[in-house]
């Protein structure tokens, strides 16, 4: 419960209970209560942007820290102080939650592995946008090899002899389909070096903000629900979420250049 409702139930109920018993019981300092007092019947000065940092909460799905919000304002013409920013999402409490972190795991028997090439990629790392992406109820080869054949289909226009797919050393990628797939389309692999998942960091980076932004935060109950939260919000992802490093989202960068 926000500390502007506590302070309008103690003044509603200032004559039937002691204010510093109830101060005391929703844990609010009296000092805070009687400068709400005084401040009553006057509009607060940062109400209306904090009615506009509230919307652009609700579209982001409750995901914007405040150095993003801060960005986003900038890019909508509203420039304040990235402190100002905070000291309203805290005031009215419109904070993002908290990430959570995971464990990098490796599963299943190990076919082909590659050298590590992630520091010499042309990216998709260009603009940190998601290509294509599948969904599934267990881990298994054809669903990478049905993501590649989806990427590649988008993207025909770009050189595949360019393309180089970096990977961690989980059984889908070090099979011999995989391989076969790779050499199909003239893609050159890349592979983390084994117990070390920071070679992989964009890809672990977007599934822990996958995870955290979209899946604990609803929780959804069936398959097809999943589906459909993940589908709006990779959209989201590539065509609204701002990045931090370059104040625009994904596809916007693209686009652009």
Known sequence: MKPAVKYHIIY?????YPVSVMCQFFKVSRSGYYDFIRRLGRPEKDAALAKIIAEQRKRSFGTYGYR???LWLKS?????????VLGIMKKYDLLSEIRRRRKWQQLGQQVHKYKNLLNSMNRDLYDNSIVAYKTGTQQTV?????????????????????????????????SQAYFQLTQEYGITPSMSRRGNPY???M??????????ECIYRH????????NEMIDRYIHFYNHERIQCKTGVAPLTLRHSS
């Open 68 to 70: 993003r919000m801060w």
């Open 142 to 174: 054809n669903l990478v090899l049905d993501t590649i054949r989806l990427a590649m289909k988008r993207e025909k226009k770009r050189g595949a002899a360019e393309l180089q797919l970096h990977s961690d050393q989980g059984f889908q990628y070090t």
């Open 203 to 212: 890809a672990e980076n977007f599934f822990s903000i996958l995870k955290t």
């Open 76 to 84: 909508q013409n509203i420039y304040c102080n990235p402190k100002t």
């Open 219 to 226: 929780k959804p109950d069936t398959f097809a629900q999943a």
């Open 199 to 201: 070679d992989n960091a």
């Open 12 to 16: 509603r109920h200032r004559t039937e």
